[in-house]
């Protein structure tokens, strides 16, 4: 079982570099999700789609966008990227959102460095 | 709004002690708790969750936590660590609906790393 699959695994830019993350699962889940985590800080909620044909901001959308692209697809956009978001991104998705309850599934992560 | 504070950055163990993780959580309305654990260079993978039925919740790999309303906790403990537990843990709360567009968000606390000495 894959689960939830982001890709690239690493990826470092220049400042100013545009590049879109992406991800999918394979769990038939309704919501996805996109995360940043960084040092001390937890992870915080960038995006999330609750189902399939909507997308709301988290704590923390500045400097992204994302498309919803079908039930599987879920992808996040750095149009100019800035030092500021070298982190360990991370997409996860759940049955259901509007719960509460489920459980997030998490993906592998991708490791940005933006110099 | 929710939000969790997970006391300790850092927790070190003897190999066969007991593990205890320290959570405390704010929330305006009853909260749904989880436990994550990610290993290095890999993503979160859930431990356990409290959803309102039992107190004490047992989750994976001999780890269970207590749901403690009047103190506002959800510490994770383990009797006696491994090796294999060494790894970053996450509280992190959600509601159902609380008014204020924070429904089915997950917020996590900000990490413990356990070290677990031989």
């Known amino acids: 079982n894959a689960g939830v699959t982001q890709t690239p695994k690493f990826q470092v830019l220049k400042t100013g570099q545009s590049m879109t993350l992406q991800c999918a699962q394979d769990?038939?889940?309704?919501?996805m999700y996109w995360y940043r985590q960084d040092p001390g800080m937890g992870l915080r909620l960038i995006y999330y789609s609750a189902s399939e044909g909507t997308t709301d901001k988290g704590e923390v959308p500045n400097g992204y966008n994302v498309s919803r692209l079908n039930k599987r697809e879920f992808s996040l956009r750095l149009e100019s990227a800035a030092p500021s978001q070298t982190s360990v991104y991370f997409c996860?998705?759940?049955?259901?959102?509007?719960?509460?309850?489920?459980?997030?599934?998490f993906g592998n992560g991708t490791r940005l460095t933006v110099t | 709004a929710q939000s969790v504070t997970q006391l300790g950055s850092h927790v070190s163990v003897s190999e066969g002690a007991l593990v205890l993780l320290r959570c405390n959580y704010s929330?305006?309305?009853?909260?749904?708790l989880f436990w994550y654990v990610q290993y290095p260079n890999q993503g979160l993978q859930l431990l356990l969750k409290y959803t309102s039925a039992a107190t004490l919740v047992k989750g994976i790999n001999g780890f269970e936590a207590e749901f403690k309303k009047s103190e506002t906790s959800f510490h994770l403990t383990k009797p006696s660590a491994h090796m294999s537990d060494a790894a970053e843990y996450f509280c992190?709360?959600?509601?159902?609906?609380?008014?204020?567009?924070?429904?089915?968000?997950?917020?996590f606390g900000q990490g413990t790393t356990l070290q677990v000495k031989p």
């Open positions: 996860a998705s759940s049955p259901r959102h509007i719960s509460g309850n489920s459980p997030l599934h």
């Open positions: 992190a709360v959600s509601v159902a609906y609380d008014g204020s567009g924070n429904t089915g968000k997950l917020i």
């Open positions: 769990m038939n889940h309704n919501s």
């Open positions: 929330s305006s309305v009853p909260p749904y």
